[in-house]
């Protein structure tokens, strides 16, 4: 089992910057990738960025050149730095993080509940 816990949701101004960060506690010792997704009103969730644990990084193409995203393995923590924020990246951002064993090949995902970042001027 995995708990995963986000931080630092919060409301800004278009162009402004905010930093998101997940903790994972639990059974962590399996954890390959970590990342972010996010789901406005109506809309999918999607994917925002994500990270393995060698550090190779993955990013929306919505989000490329703004946000980044970083992971500290020993914190069992992932982090999403967002810059230049626009309207449209208005939504609840999600923690996700993906499992890997020999006994689970696929996979297997957990998901925090999520933390609201609101752009608007």
């Known amino acids: 089992q995995v708990q995963l816990v986000e931080s630092g949701g919060g409301s800004v101004q278009p162009g402004g910057s905010l930093r998101l960060s997940c903790a994972a506690s639990?059974?962590?010792?399996?954890?390959?990738?970590m990342g972010w997704y996010r789901q406005a009103p109506g809309k999918q969730r999607d994917l925002v960025a994500t990270?393995?644990?060698?550090?190779?990084?993955n990013y929306a193409d919505s989000v490329k050149g703004r946000f980044t995203i970083s992971r500290d393995n020993a914190k069992a923590t992932v982090y999403l730095q967002m810059n230049s924020l626009k309207v449209e990246d208005t939504a609840v951002y999600y923690c996700?993080?993906?499992?890997?064993?020999?006994?689970?090949?696929?996979?297997?995902?957990?998901w925090g509940k999520g933390t609201l970042v609101t752009v608007s001027s």
């Open positions: 990270v393995t644990r060698g550090g190779s990084a």
């Open positions: 639990g059974s962590i010792f399996n954890i390959y990738t």
């Open positions: 996700n993080a993906e499992l890997r064993s020999t006994i689970l090949p696929d996979g297997m995902d957990y």
